[in-house]
C-alpha cells in the first residue's frame, strides 16, 4: 500500500532513495530487494519516458540507479526460487543506464540447459540489446545462428541496437533465413545498423514481390529508420505496390525521411 500511495502522489523516486541501502544491509536483505524491485519496476517506465525527451534531470537518475542497482539487481538474476523478479529484474536491467548487465543478461539469453525458461531468455536477450553494447557481438552473432526461431529474431534487433558495423554480415544473412518473423526484424535491425551495403540489399527487398508483405513492409521501416534520403525513390514507388501493408510502411518511412520531394 506505501507503494500504491507514493505512487499516486508521484514520489516513487524518494521511496526508491530510501528502500536501496536497505537492499545492501545484512539480515532481511532479501525482502527489501523485493520491495525494490517493486518500486523500480512502476518508477522506472516514466522516468526512461522523461529521458528519452531529453530530460537531463531523469537521464541522471536512470543513470545513478545503474550504478547502485547493479549489484541488487543481478543477485535477483542469479537467483531462481524468484521467477517472478527474474524476470522484472530483466526487464529493469534493460532500462538502467549500466552497459555492465548486457555481459550476465547475455548468459541467460545463451543458456541452452534443459528446461530453461525460453520467454526468460527472449526478455534477457532484448533487454541486452536496449543496453547497446558492442561487446555484446560475439554472443549475438552466435545467438543468431540458433535453431530457435524467435530468439535469431531477438538476436537480429539486438545486432541492430549495437550499431556496429561488425554485425553487418550477420544481418545480411538473416536476410535470406527461412522464417518470415527473422527476415522481417532483420530488415528493420538493418536500418538501425546503418550499414549502406546491407541497406541496399534491404531496399531491393521491398521492391521485390516475390517476399511476403510484411518482410517488405519492415523492410520499408529498416529504410525509414536509416533517415537516408536516398531511399526516398524506392520508398515512393513502394507506396503504389498494391499492398496495404507494404504501403503503410513506405508512408511512414517516408514520413521519417522528412524529404520534400517525396
Not at 99 to 112: H, K
Not at 178 to 194: E, F, K, N, P
Not at 217 to 246: R, Y
Request: charged letters at 25%; a negative charge; proline letters at 5%.
Amino acid at each position: 500500500k506505501a507503494i500504491d500511495l507514493e505512487e499516486y502522489l508521484g514520489t516513487l523516486g524518494d521511496l526508491e532513495r530510501e528502500v536501496a541501502p536497505l537492499t545492501l544491509a545484512s539480515g532481511e536483505r532479501p525482502i527489501y530487494r523485493r520491495n525494490w524491485i517493486d518500486i523500480l519496476a512502476r518508477h522506472l517506465p516514466p522516468l526512461v519516458a522523461r529521458a528519452r525527451t531529453g530530460d537531463v534531470t531523469a537521464h541522471a537518475e536512470l543513470h545513478q540507479l545503474g550504478e547502485h542497482g547493479l549489484r541488487p539487481l543481478l543477485e535477483t538474476l542469479g537467483d531462481p526460487t524468484e521467477p517472478r523478479q527474474q524476470h522484472t529484474a530483466i526487464r529493469i536491467l534493460g532500462l538502467v543506464d549500466n552497459r555492465g548487465a548486457a555481459a550476465p543478461l547475455l548468459r541467460i539469453a545463451a543458456e541452452a540447459a534443459e528446461g530453461r525458461d525460453v520467454e526468460l531468455r527472449l526478455e534477457a536477450l532484448f533487454a541486452a540489446g536496449r543496453l547497446g553494447d558492442p561487446r555484446s557481438l560475439t554472443t549475438l552473432v552466435r545467438l543468431a545462428r540458433h535453431p530457435d526461431r524467435d530468439l535469431r529474431a531477438a538476436a537480429a534487433w539486438a545486432l541492430g541496437e549495437t550499431t556496429d558495423l561488425r554485425a553487418a554480415p550477420t544481418l545480411a544473412a538473416l536476410l535470406d533465413d527461412d522464417q518470415v518473423l527473422v527476415r522481417a526484424i532483420a530488415c528493420m535491425a538493418s536500418g538501425r545498423l546503418g550499414d549502406r551495403k546491407t541497406l541496399e540489399r534491404v531496399q531491393t527487398m521491398v521492391r521485390n514481390a516475390e517476399h511476403p508483405s510484411i518482410v517488405r513492409a519492415a523492410c520499408a521501416v529498416g529504410l525509414g529508420i536509416a533517415e537516408d534520403v536516398v531511399h526516398g525513390p524506392a520508398l515512393t514507388v513502394a507506396l503504389e505496390s498494391g499492398s496495404d501493408e507494404v504501403t503503410r510502411g513506405a508512408a511512414w518511412a517516408l514520413g521519417r525521411l522528412g524529404d520534400r520531394a517525396a
